[in-house]
């Protein structure tokens, strides 16, 4: 990763246990607010948002989609589910859900709403065969760049011209299933989300 454009900052809550995490993520100027959790009651808050924010522009909705899965399984298990729209990103450790809320699988099978990320096919899969999640709109972002195939890394670098941006192979093959995650692992996927949301919306 490349730490002299990109950082991360957890915001403490003053000792109060709270039912999630919160970042801001800077992203070669760029910053992303993120929101890890494992909690149902958040994640349809944070979607409500979303909603109420963007309800003028609900029939053409973008929304930067990936997952990540457990690495101690022979068979992929999704662990978390990342969504970005704009500045907003939620990080839903779905693998921990006390359950799974109806306003996710009807905004995950909105036709009209677009989910975009790099080579997700097999995201969604993992998302259908554990938790029965459908994902209606689906776009790889490489064929969308002329790029079928490329990495985040080398579409982030050629195409926004944000260079340094690394997907580290010891950061993807961690823990994703541990309650807690690091501020490595949330900046690890922060980064690839805010790559596909500033390639779709190049102002946010």
């Given amino acids: ?13 003053g000792g109060v246990r709270l039912p999630r995490q919160m970042f801001t993520v800077n992203v ?9 959790t494992c909690r149902s009651s958040v994640v349809k808050k944070w979607i409500y948002k979303i909603r109420f924010e963007r309800r003028f522009k609900k029939d ?12 101690n399984l022979s068979y992929r298990v999704a662990a978390t ?3 970005c729209v704009g500045r907003q990103c939620l990080v839903f450790q779905i693998i921990h859900a006390n359950n799974i ?7 995950l099978s909105d036709p009209f709403t677009t989910f975009v990320g790099v080579r ?14 459908y994902v209606t709109r689906i776009v790889e972002l490489g064929s969308m760049a002329n790029s079928r195939g490329a990495s985040m890394e080398t579409m982030a670098s050629e195409i926004l011209g944000f260079h340094g941006i690394k997907k580290p192979e010891f950061i993807g093959r961690s823990r ?3 309650r807690g995650l690091t501020k490595d692992q949330v900046q690890y996927v922060n980064e690839q989300l805010k790559s596909v949301s500033v390639f779709l919306f190049a102002s946010v």
């Fill in 101 to 107: 809320p109806r306003i996710l699988r009807t905004f």
């Fill in 81 to 83: 589910l990342q969504l």
């Fill in 60 to 71: 053409r909705l973008i929304v930067g989609l990936g997952v990540q899965w457990c690495p």
């Fill in 176 to 178: 994703w299933d541990d």
């Fill in 120 to 133: 997700n096919y097999v995201d969604f899969d993992m998302l259908k065969n554990k938790y029965n999640l």
């Fill in 28 to 36: 070669f100027g760029k910053r992303v607010y993120a929101t890890v």
């Fill in 1 to 13: 990763m490349n730490e002299d454009n990109i950082s991360i900052h957890e915001h403490y809550s």
